[in-house]
């Protein structure tokens, strides 16, 4: 936030609450977020927000594929064919999991310029005397705040286009995010195999893509590779 000085201001002053993030074991509050709530003073009322899709936890599950001692192209050129689990498990191709998450989500994004003068709070030193004059400071917000209508989206879409930024181009195939053909295993198609995904993209070498979901500020990243071998799944975090 920066310093904000206009008496004008006041009218435009955002009521907040807390909402405790962390409570120890004897019910202590060990940390707590604020919201300023733009609900309160009428401010949401004169945004528009669009609505929009998040992905849910099946599209995680999508990600994740069983254990095949081929690729999963070859696995499904093959007619989805028994797999002999009692072999050494070091011979399978396996999915590789990693989180991500954005600290501080919102206050990696900024308001625009024309909108930051319509948030703020008044910020009150409190002496805890009850005798001395409480000195008062105005502020307004620069980046996106809790309680805001617009926060979600505005952070949500900078987001999917700083990832979709990083993830590269996908025919370059040194980019782990790499892949060359999309497979759809959809019911009722010829060797449509139910325990594996219904849209899949496979690499040059046929195996599953690296491939990622995210939801708000927690971004899972899923890659397929054997044990000791190249981890498309950290690496595609990179």
Same mark, same amino acid.
């Given at each position: 936030?920066?310093?904000?000085?206009?008496?004008?201001?006041?009218?435009?002053?955002?009521?907040?609450?807390?909402?405790?993030?962390?409570?120890?074991?004897?019910?202590?509050?060990?940390?707590?977020?604020?919201?300023?709530?733009?609900?309160?003073?009428?401010?949401?009322?004169?945004?528009?927000?669009?609505?929009?899709?998040?992905?849910?936890?099946?599209?995680?599950?999508?990600?994740?594929?069983?254990?095949?001692?081929?690729?999963?192209?070859?696995?499904?050129?093959?007619?989805?064919?028994?797999?002999?689990?009692?072999?050494?498990?070091?011979?399978?191709?396996?999915?590789?999991?990693?989180?991500?998450?954005?600290?501080?989500?919102?206050?990696?994004?900024?308001?625009?310029?024309?909108?930051?003068?319509?948030? /703020?709070?008044?910020? &009150?030193?409190?002496?805890?005397? +009850?005798?001395?004059?409480?000195?008062?400071?105005? %502020? =307004? !917000?620069?980046?996106?705040?809790?309680?805001?209508?617009?926060?979600?989206?505005?952070?949500?879409? /900078?987001?999917?286009? &700083?990832?979709?930024?990083?993830? +590269?181009?996908?025919?370059?195939?040194?980019?782990? %995010? =790499? !892949?060359?053909?999309?497979?759809?295993?959809?019911?009722?198609?010829?060797?449509?195999?139910?325990?594996?995904?219904?849209?899949?993209?496979?690499?040059?070498?046929?195996?599953?893509?690296?491939?990622?979901?995210? %939801?708000?500020?927690?971004?899972?990243?899923?890659?397929?590779?054997?044990?000791?071998?190249?981890?498309?799944?950290?690496?595609?975090?990179?």
């Amino acid at each position: 936030m920066v310093l904000y000085l206009d008496s004008a201001f006041t009218d435009l002053l955002i009521p907040r609450f807390t909402v405790p993030k962390v409570v120890g074991e004897d019910g202590t509050i060990l940390d707590v977020r604020c919201v300023w709530d733009c609900k309160v003073n009428g401010h949401n009322a004169t945004l528009w927000t669009p609505e929009f899709m998040l992905p849910t936890a099946l599209d995680a599950e999508d990600q994740v594929v069983k254990w095949l001692s081929m690729s999963v192209g070859e696995y499904l050129q093959q007619g989805s064919p028994v797999m002999e689990y009692t072999q050494e498990p070091s011979i399978f191709i396996k999915t590789k999991q990693g989180d991500i998450d954005v600290v501080q989500h919102f206050n990696n994004f900024r308001c625009h310029l024309i909108d930051q003068h319509t948030l /703020g709070v008044r910020y &009150i030193y409190n002496n805890n005397d +009850g005798i001395s004059e409480e000195r008062e400071a105005w %502020f =307004q !917000f620069n980046c996106l705040q809790f309680g805001n209508r617009r926060s979600p989206y505005k952070a949500v879409q /900078g987001e999917s286009r &700083i990832i979709e930024f990083c993830k +590269g181009d996908p025919k370059d195939s040194k980019n782990k %995010f =790499q !892949f060359s053909t999309c497979h759809l295993n959809l019911p009722c198609s010829m060797n449509y195999d139910p325990s594996m995904p219904q849209v899949m993209l496979l690499r040059n070498d046929k195996e599953l893509a690296t491939g990622k979901e995210t %939801f708000v500020d927690d971004c899972h990243v899923v890659g397929r590779a054997k044990e000791g071998g190249f981890d498309h799944a950290k690496d595609g975090c990179k």
